[in-house]
């Protein structure tokens, strides 16, 4: 499956923005799906993810509460809504699809594909 991610962009702290990643190739439907993040110098982290039909969404613990992730299975998309950004929200956000449902929600090894990931920059 091919997954292309859109949305980034230059944001002050405080504002918001959606990301959304579109899936080709393969049933949307058959994947967990997930958001994680690396700013720089730092390893890719978990950022938030969603079952196959929606009905469980997870999130860190520092993104819980200000970002909601969601999924159109009849568009093959999943999309992050960040609210309330800070500086530290800054960095190269990438979807991700677990395809085999092995391992962690929250693990970067469980997914199989990635998108090529869009850019969030939050100014203080």
């Known amino acids: 499956v091919q997954l292309q991610a859109f949305g980034g962009g230059l944001v002050q702290a405080g504002g918001s923005l959606s990301l959304s990643c579109v899936a080709s190739g393969g049933t949307f439907s058959n994947y967990v799906m997930g958001w994680f993040r690396q700013a720089p110098g730092k390893e890719r982290e978990f950022v938030a993810a969603?079952?196959?039909?929606?009905?469980?969404?997870y999130y860190s613990a520092s993104v819980r509460g200000r970002f909601t992730i969601s999924r159109d299975n009849a568009k093959n998309t999943v999309s992050l809504q960040m609210n309330s950004l800070k500086p530290e929200d800054t960095a190269v956000y990438y979807c991700g699809a677990d395809g085999d449902l092995e391992g962690a929600i929250y693990a970067l090894t469980s997914y199989d594909y990635w998108g090529q990931g869009t850019q969030v920059t939050v100014s203080s």
């Open positions: 969603i079952t196959w039909n929606g009905a469980n969404t």
